[in-house]
Every structure is written in structure tokens, then in C-alpha cells.
């Protein structure tokens, strides 16, 4: 399994709009990709602005390729999401999952 993660930031009026974005609209299009595996959205307040940290889990690279393109490490940001955040990497870095103490397909909503 393949790990891969993102970094935003959001001023605080609109961080709540960008979670709104990732689970009304993202979250469901990665369901419905083979080899998506779950995904987690991570959010802290920090220095004025909120943080936020997406990972989301993939059977293999090409079903990363499936969702990202052949380039997976260009990061893959939908108007919308953009709208509500202050700065994004444009970039998504991946990493081999070595271990989990949860089955992510169960905990996964």
C-alpha cells in the first residue's frame, strides 16, 4: 500500500469550506477509483491560519496514476478547493506503508 500526502493552509473563515470540499466531493470521487484504499484529512490551527495534511491510500502506482496522472507527484487540486485555501504544495509526496495497526477498508466512511 502507498501512502501519499498533501499540505494546505486556509485562513480560518474558510478552512471549514475546504473540509466541506474534501468530504462532500473529493472523498467520493477517490471511492470510486480502483485501487483507492482510504483517506484521512488532518487539521490544526497554527500560527493564524488552519493546516491541513490530506493522506490518502492507494493499492499501487498506477492506481495513483488513475487519480493523478503519470506524473503522481503533481498535486491534484479541483477549483473549489483552491478557492477556499490560502497556499497548497503543488507538489504530493509518497511513501510505501510499512505498517498499520487498523484495517483502513473497514475504518474508511
Avoid at 53 to 70: K, V
Amino acid at each position: 500500500m502507498i501512502a501519499r500526502t498533501w499540505h494546505a493552509q486556509a485562513q480560518p473563515e474558510k478552512a471549514d469550506a475546504y473540509a466541506a470540499h474534501f468530504t462532500g466531493a473529493v472523498v467520493p470521487a477517490l471511492k470510486a477509483l480502483a485501487g483507492h484504499r482510504g483517506a484521512l484529512l488532518l487539521r490544526r490551527e497554527i500560527e493564524g491560519c488552519v493546516e491541513f495534511t490530506a493522506l490518502t491510500l492507494w493499492e499501487s502506482r498506477s492506481s495513483i496514476e488513475a487519480f493523478a496522472g503519470e506524473d503522481i507527484s503533481r498535486a491534484h487540486i479541483e477549483p473549489e478547493g483552491r478557492a477556499a485555501l490560502s497556499m497548497y504544495d503543488d507538489f504530493a509526496s509518497h511513501y510505501e506503508v510499512v505498517f498499520t495497526s487498523f484495517d483502513a477498508a473497514s475504518t474508511y466512511p
